[in-house]
């Protein structure tokens, strides 16, 4: 074979190494996602609807999950000092997982007025999945513990899933369960590893995929070297 077909053949191997590379991609979807939740609080029941984002970022042999609130819920008839409200929240798991996942957040970080809308901060917890598939992560029940009272806040307009991955278990098991499913744990302060989101997933998918293209080309660029270097030393 002449060394142009042998150069062309690499080319095309490497860019079909390329695509399944790209074709193989995990699945991640992620959206805002409108929650009406029904606040019982100790002066009566109040409601609000907040938009929520949840993400999922790789770390270890598990996932880190992150609750994001873009507008605040319930409120207080007095101002709440800094570090007087504690939240926490749960997340519904579905698809190849069931249970809940406890995210967990630290307290205010500035004094909340009285009847001001309380926003929350990010809420995040570690989830460990026993099942290899896709899973659903979908906001479940809010609890903002201040000044020694505790307000519960649930969706009621059933949202749908904030975010669903495409999981790896440990050892790549396809049985178990977490509270009934995969297992979490509250705010984790181990190291981060590349986001699983959608965005994410493309740009180190890519840059995988140019990888291989770039190994293609120089493997074509040494077979085109020595066969010049083969002739000139007729």
């Given at each position: 074979m002449?060394y142009?077909?042998?150069?062309?053949?690499?080319?095309?191997?490497?860019?079909?190494?390329?695509?399944?590379?790209?074709?193989?991609?995990?699945?991640?979807?992620?959206?805002?996602?409108?929650?009406?939740?029904q606040?019982?609080t100790?002066?009566?029941?109040?409601?609000?609807?907040?938009?929520?984002?949840?993400?999922?970022?790789?770390?270890?042999?598990?996932?880190?999950?992150?609750?994001?609130?873009?507008?605040?819920?319930?409120?207080?008839?007095?101002?709440?000092?800094?570090?007087?409200?504690?939240?926490?929240?749960?997340?519904?798991?579905?698809?190849?997982?069931?249970?809940?996942?406890?995210?967990?957040?630290?307290?205010?970080?500035?004094?909340?007025?009285?009847?001001t809308?309380?926003?929350?901060?990010?809420?995040?917890?570690t989830?460990?999945?026993?099942?290899?598939?896709?899973?659903?992560?979908?906001?479940?029940?809010?609890?903002?513990?201040?000044?020694?009272?505790?307000?519960t806040?649930?969706?009621?307009?059933?949202?749908?899933?904030?975010?669903?991955?495409?999981?790896?278990?440990?050892g790549?098991?396809?049985?178990?369960?977490?509270?009934g499913?995969?297992?979490?744990?509250?705010?984790?302060?181990?190291?981060?590893?590349?986001r699983?989101?959608?965005?994410?997933?493309?740009?180190?998918l890519?840059?995988?995929?140019?990888?291989?293209?770039?190994?293609?080309?120089?493997?074509?660029?040494?077979?085109?070297?020595?066969?010049?270097?083969?002739?000139?030393g007729?």
């Amino acid at each position: 074979m002449s060394y142009r077909k042998r150069t062309a053949a690499l080319a095309s191997a490497a860019a079909l190494a390329g695509s399944a590379v790209w074709m193989a991609a995990p699945v991640a979807r992620a959206e805002v996602v409108d929650v009406n939740y029904q606040c019982k609080t100790p002066i009566g029941d109040k409601s609000a609807v907040s938009p929520i984002d949840i993400k999922g970022v790789r770390s270890g042999s598990g996932y880190r999950i992150t609750m994001s609130w873009q507008k605040g819920v319930s409120s207080s008839p007095v101002e709440l000092g800094k570090g007087a409200m504690t939240p926490s929240a749960t997340i519904a798991l579905g698809g190849v997982d069931s249970g809940t996942l406890t995210v967990t957040g630290p307290a205010n970080e500035a004094a909340i007025p009285a009847n001001t809308p309380i926003k929350i901060n990010d809420l995040s917890g570690t989830y460990t999945p026993k099942k290899s598939g896709e899973v659903t992560f979908t906001a479940g029940v809010l609890t903002i513990k201040a000044l020694g009272t505790t307000t519960t806040c649930t969706p009621t307009n059933d949202p749908g899933p904030s975010l669903t991955l495409d999981v790896t278990a440990a050892g790549g098991g396809t049985t178990g369960s977490a509270q009934g499913g995969g297992s979490g744990s509250g705010s984790d302060t181990g190291a981060e590893l590349p986001r699983t989101g959608p965005e994410d997933s493309a740009v180190a998918l890519g840059t995988l995929g140019g990888t291989v293209l770039l190994a293609g080309a120089a493997g074509a660029l040494w077979l085109t070297r020595r066969h010049q270097g083969a002739r000139a030393g007729r």
